[in-house]
């Protein structure tokens, strides 16, 4: 229930391409739903995050699309470049006794140039 | 202003010993959190503190404890250190108050590795 799965491990795309990571939840509590950037020996840092109440949010590059009836969300990076290349990470919470962030198990992006 | 900030960045310590980590929040955020992360996994929850007080608390054994001080800076110390507790232990904080989701800020992490 507290699961966050997230796929594909790893990906691989060329300079420009439009890499796709996706997430899936079973605890319909969550409403808060976050994506992090992590650099080899650097903490994660926040890039775009989305509530449940609408179904896609743009930052920039950077898009999460949001399905509520699937409990599925995914990041999209638009035109990707080779500086993008890190470890992406989603995660969940939902508002309440903690700030508690449940992350996926992470996917390692390579932008090839 | 400065980010999230963690010391030591890095530690070697030997199976039995105890470890402090320490933790110094962004500058205004009375809520900070600790993390751990294995190599080629995601962070998990450890504890989170508001206004020094423990809010939350992970799936870790009572090794494991953590405080925040006045200045809402906070500890983490492990005792009893076994070879699984090598890891990166990051530090975040966030404006975070009670019922309301705030974005988290992490620090770089300290690197444990217990020989």
């Known amino acids: 229930q507290q699961q966050v799965k997230q796929s594909p491990q790893s990906l691989i795309v060329q300079k420009g391409g439009i890499p796709i990571i996706n997430c899936a939840y079973e605890?319909?509590?969550?409403?808060?739903f976050p994506w992090y950037q992590q650099f080899p020996g650097k903490g994660p840092a926040l890039l775009i995050a989305?509530?449940?109440?609408?179904s896609e949010k743009k930052e920039g590059r950077f898009t999460i699309s949001f399905n509520k009836s699937a409990k599925q969300f995914s990041l999209h990076i638009m035109d990707s470049q080779p500086g993008d290349s890190a470890t992406y990470f989603c995660?969940?919470?939902?508002?309440?006794?903690?700030?508690?962030?449940?992350f996926g198990t992470g996917t390692l992006l390579a932008v090839q140039p | 202003d400065a980010g999230v900030t963690q010391s030591p960045t890095h530690l070697i310590k030997t199976r039995g010993q105890h470890v402090t980590l320490r933790c110094s929040p962004i500058?205004?955020?009375?809520?900070v959190s600790w993390y751990q992360q294995v190599l080629g996994q995601g962070p998990q929850f450890i504890f989170q503190?508001?206004?020094?007080?423990?809010?939350g608390r992970g799936n870790f054994p009572d090794r494991f404890s953590a405080r925040q001080f006045p200045n809402y800076s906070s500890e983490l110390n492990v005792n009893a250190l076994l070879l699984g507790d090598s890891a990166l232990y990051l530090c975040?904080?966030?404006?975070?108050?009670?019922?309301?989701?705030?974005?988290?800020?992490f620090g770089n992490g300290t690197r444990l590795t217990v020989t």
């Open positions: 500058s205004g955020h009375k809520s």
């Open positions: 989305i509530r449940p109440d609408v």
């Open positions: 503190y508001y206004e020094k007080e423990e809010r």
């Open positions: 995660a969940a919470s939902n508002g309440g006794a903690t700030n508690k962030l449940i």
């Open positions: 975040a904080s966030s404006l975070w108050d009670r019922g309301l989701n705030s974005p988290l800020h």
């Open positions: 605890n319909t509590a969550f409403d808060y």
